[in-house]
């Protein structure tokens, strides 16, 4: 059955550093997305992406944030100089066209020190 | 705004009873819901959901859940639970297929 990939699975990086964390939608997806949870927090929207462009973002998508898909298979978020308060799981979910579920991966924990 | 509340962050259940886990959604019309469920080390899967219709949902795993508009709730049931079924789950709403609010989760336990 096809998954959602994300690499790493654990990021440890010191603060103020970039980090590119990747995922791998299922291969016939088109839209794509990213949401983070914070140790003991709900899961949170971040960014929608469709047709190389940002769809939507919330207001914790500011401009340390950016995504992009850089060849046909993959979908990455890089945080451009992490804070402490960025340490969470950060998921990648993605969904067909005329689709209504998001499939998401495993998840990247994220640790800033 | 949309919001969504589980109010049970923690839940224990012995083996071959019955689960209910609860959901409560704020938003101004009827919204899209979802429940996923994510086991130690694995991504959010989807258990089932909810767009018009039927109220009365079926999912994957013996799993069920009834939309209640009156009480803006969208609770998830299982007749007799397993050991297998000892993981997180995450109500979800949304307005679109788009963007998703979560709940923030509540943890299954299973007693043998």
Known sequence: EPEVTQTPSHQVTQMGQEVILRCVPISNHLYFYWYRQILGQKVEFLVSFYNNEISE???????????????GSNFTLKIRSTKLEDSAMYFCASRGTGGNEQFFGPGTRLTVL | AQSVTQ???HI????????????NYSYGATPYLFWYVQSPGQ???LLLKYFSGDTLVQ????????????QSSFNLRKPSVH????????CAVGASFNKFYFGSGTKLNVKP
């Not at chain 2, 259940?13 to 609860?22: D, F, M, P, T, Y």
């Not at chain 2, 999912?59 to 009156?70: H, M, Q, T, V």
């Open chain 2, 59 to 70: 999912g994957i795993k013996g799993f069920e859940a009834e939309f209640k508009r009156s």
């Open chain 2, 12 to 23: 224990t259940v012995s083996e071959g009873a019955s689960l209910e886990l609860r959901c």
């Open chain 1, 57 to 71: 973002k919330s207001e914790i998508f500011d401009d340390q944030f950016s995504v992009e898909r850089p060849d």
């Open chain 2, 7 to 9: 109010p049970d962050i």
């Open chain 2, 43 to 45: 991504g959010l899967q």
């Open chain 2, 83 to 90: 050991w297998s079924d000892a993981a997180e789950y995450f």
